[in-house]
């Protein structure tokens, strides 16, 4: 099957767009004391029900492990997770209940940002989008499927 020749380079658009969108989010926590990031990091955790090794929240965010480490110290230093050490030299992450509380705390502001930013774009192209998107970090980690 021939491709026409796309000239817009993907890693520009996709950064372009996780920036505007980033942005947005992290505008609206910001009262909040915490970024995106570090809610979804609760998020995740909240999820998890107990603890959560680092690997695995670092492989859930799409994370490397110095970003992940980088970003929990202001989480933890908050009393919003716990870290513990787990087995063969392991870290692992629980939510604590202030992280509980903060995380609950914002999401009222996390759901107006995602309200008026999905609001722009009707129900069926963002699930078209979102089944892209995990195509695309497939793809760039090398899971691409013929």
Known sequence: MHH???SACACTALRKASRAVTRLYDERLAAHGMTTTQFSILRNLARAEGEMP???????LVMDRT???RTLTPVERVGWIALASGPRRSKLARLTPAG???MQGA???WEAAQDDLLGEIPANEWQVLLGTLDRLVGAAQGEMTS
Do not use: N, T
């Not at 680092?54 to 859930?60: G, I, N, Q, V, W």
């Open 107 to 109: 999401e009222g502001d």
């Open 67 to 69: 970003s992940l480490y």
């Open 54 to 60: 680092l690997s695995r929240l670092a492989e859930k």
């Open 4 to 6: 026409e020749k796309i």
């Open 100 to 102: 509980r509380a903060a």
